[in-house]
């Protein structure tokens, strides 16, 4: 209980951490919101006033702790750009981007785990060489560029699915999940890839302890002692790695957003930073990052119950 109550604290400065930064971020980078929306021939009276409507005369601190204080009752402001409430405008996008994040993430544990233990298993070594050259070109490419692939041979060549036509889950739930699993599937490969050979070293370095050779000395076969024995001590710093990744699934998901023409938080993100809608930015990165810490949280508590050794640390 007392270790579960340090990791909650944690998460709490961290997001604490995270917030401020991002708020800090757009007060000192280049650029000013009041000329998108006035348009580079607005007069210096007409910006003076549209800062103070929009508070950026006041001291920089007032402003932050009355947006963390909005932000904490979900209301993270207006967008400049949109003029709408930003928690209405991230609500369908949030959406979409946290099915895609979350069809990616089953892909990997779904795909990586049987792969790693027939590969594990295997006694054969051309399969073990084969893997670890396809696994090294498929995490050399970047995602983005198998989305391209996908959308060339599954879209344009197979006609699997038409590009650019992303239908929303409001709209047909059943036709955005069939249009996700592409993209899904381009940010999962690299780090199938990855998690593959993390589970396979890790099984590899288990299967050399005692309580293995003692497995085998009672006439355990090789794979009833992978499954029975080594597999519930391997898989723990498997789940850790895949929580590691789970911050570089949320990038991956925002980046391919745009490569298959995806209404996500990705692209509204993208076009904020643009557009200097610093309302919109400052809700999704810090929204972005709790989804990273809460992920992070679960694998420990996951890692907690299939280890019970990392109570004692």
């Known amino acids: 209980m007392k270790n579960i109550v340090k990791k909650v604290l944690m998460m709490i400065l961290t ?22 929306i006035l348009g580079a021939d607005a007069t210096a009276e007409a910006v003076e006033a549209l ?12 402003r932050y702790f009355e947006w963390i204080t909005n932000a904490l009752q979900g209301d993270f402001g207006r967008s400049y750009i949109y003029d709408m409430s930003v928690a209405e405008l991230l609500q369908g996008k949030m959406t979409v981007t ?35 050259v396809f696994g090294q070109i498929v995490m050399a490419v970047p995602p983005f560029f198998i989305g391209i692939l996908l959308t060339l041979l599954c879209g344009l060549v197979l006609h699997w ?15 955005s999940i069939v249009y996700l699993l592409y993209p899904a ?8 890839a990855m998690t ?5 070293s890790s099984i590899g370095g288990e299967m050399n302890k005692d309580y293995v050779r003692t497995a085998f000395s009672r006439g355990n076969t090789r794979r009833a002692t992978l499954y029975r024995h080594v597999l519930r001590n391997a898989v723990v710093p498997t789940v850790a790695f895949l929580a590691m990744t789970a911050a570089d699934i949320v ?7 745009q490569v298959f023409a995806i209404s996500g938080i990705g692209r509204l993100l993208l076009t904020s930073i643009s ?3 610093f309302p919109v930015v400052q809700a999704i990165v810090v929204i972005l990052a709790l989804v990273v810490v809460l992920v992070n949280f679960l694998a420990d508590l996951i890692n907690q119950r299939l280890d019970p050794r990392l109570h004692l640390q």
């Open 275 to 277: 557009n200097r809608d």
């Open 51 to 62: 800062r103070a409507e929009l508070g950026f005369d006041r001291p920089f601190f007032v």
């Open 196 to 200: 593959v050979k993390m589970l396979k």
């Open 161 to 175: 699915f038409n590009p650019g036509t992303f239908i929303s889950p409001a709209d047909d739930f059943g036709a």
């Open 251 to 257: 990038a991956g998901s925002v980046i391919i957003e």
């Open 98 to 132: 946290l099915l895609l994040t979350a069809i990616a993430f089953v892909m990997i544990v779904v795909l990586s785990i049987p792969i790693g233990l027939g590969v594990a298993s295997c006694r054969k070594a051309w399969v073990d060489r084969l893997f670890t």
């Open 15 to 36: 997001m604490v951490i995270v917030s401020f930064f991002a708020f800090l971020a757009f007060q000192i980078i280049p650029g000013d919101p009041t000329t998108k």
């Open 185 to 192: 599937f381009a940010i999962a490969l690299p780090r199938v």
